[in-house]
């Protein structure tokens, strides 16, 4: 006589006995599938623990004070910072094109439009004039094209300075991002403000000394960019934008690419994508959401050290007055859309 098996706690072999045919592969693929959500929800657990979300809205209940050279800036220029802000407002709000292209703009790079925005209001309210039609930018980028200037300091080339061996360590291996952070490096550790090789270098950053052919400001554009912030991101805009990469050597082709708003806007994308992303990933914290926090590192740049500080520190970001003003403006700027 067969002796029966002894019964376990479970029923697992009262339900296999009950049906010889069973396929025993039908239960290590139901069991496969129960692991693997398990997991799957216990990741999900540790990943929502570990980022922290910034809400909407500023931290400061004030504004923070806004730098004497924007204010001296905008005093001779006879305006004040509530018209500027109001002439570019005017100037999205009426060109639904231009809305149209941050729109793919941003959806290009996976965040929302407000981010872009943000910081040509930024820029245009704190920095510069808007003009007043979208065709002006595409005039003034013409202007430049095809001029004949070049990159370097006094009788230096770019090209010539970056040959020299303190920048070998930058030669190979790199994206345009790591490429330019590095030899920006070592510019502030080897030449900032030092006298290399009986030549004496400006004690002043890395874009204004090499990058400032025309010594009447540093920034261009809709998204009031500077050509070294450009060259950083050269690489992700050929990936994603398919625009042509940028080549120090060829100035006028990098102005062409800051001065031109369809193309500036790529470059914009990249510069907030790249923000959102090392906030993410060295500090835990989503600013996604926040679109007065964007604007704040769009205006002060260093996304990499400042989330690398935030992480240190605790807490979460705060807005300087540019953001505090994007933030402020929040619900009139959504409308644009």
């Not at 005017?90 to 060109?95: E, V």
């Not at 090209?159 to 920006?184: H, I, M, N, V």
């Not at 605790?314 to 300087?320: I, K, R, T």
Request: glycine share 6%; net charge positive; charged share 25%.
């Amino acid at each position: 006589m067969r002796r029966s098996p002894p019964p376990d706690c479970f029923g697992v072999w009262s339900v296999i006995s009950a049906d010889r045919n069973w396929d025993t592969t039908i239960l290590k693929r139901l069991l496969l599938a129960f692991l693997m959500t398990v997991a799957w929800t216990a990741a999900s657990t540790t990943y929502a623990a570990a980022v922290t979300v910034v809400p909407e809205g500023n931290r400061n209940t004030v504004q923070p004070k806004v730098p004497g050279a924007s204010v001296r800036r905008t005093r001779a220029g006879r305006t004040t910072f509530d018209d500027k802000y109001e002439k570019i407002r005017d100037l999205l709000a009426t060109d639904k094109k231009l809305i149209g292209k941050i729109r793919s703009a941003a959806a290009a790079y996976g965040f929302d439009p407000i981010h872009i925005v943000g910081a040509i209001v930024g820029e245009h309210t704190y920095n510069v004039d808007a003009y007043d039609r979208l065709q002006t930018y595409y005039i003034k980028a013409a202007a430049y094209a095809g001029n004949s200037f070049r990159f370097g300091y006094d009788d230096e080339s770019i090209k010539d300075f970056l040959d020299r061996p303190q920048f070998a360590k930058c030669s190979t291996g790199l994206d345009s991002y790591r490429l330019w952070t590095c030899r920006e490096n070592v510019w502030e550790d080897a030449f900032r403000g030092r006298k290399v090789d009986g030549k004496a270098f400006p004690d002043n950053r890395f874009s204004a000394v090499f990058f400032q052919p025309f010594y009447a400001g540093q920034t261009f554009g809709l998204g009031q960019l500077n050509p070294l912030t450009a060259m950083m991101f050269s690489d992700t805009v050929a990936r994603v934008s398919g625009y042509p990469k940028l080549d120090e050597n060829k100035a006028s082709e990098v102005y062409d690419a800051i001065m031109d708003p369809d193309k500036s806007l790529a470059y914009m994308a990249a510069n907030i994508r790249r923000s959102i992303d090392d906030y993410k990933t060295i500090a835990n914290v989503d600013i996604s959401r926040n679109p007065g926090i964007t604007a704040t590192l769009y205006n002060t740049g260093g996304s990499a050290q400042r989330a690398a500080a935030l992480r240190a520190r605790g807490g979460l970001p705060e807005e300087n007055y540019y953001g505090w003003l994007v933030n402020d403006k929040i619900a009139e700027l959504k409308s644009l859309f």
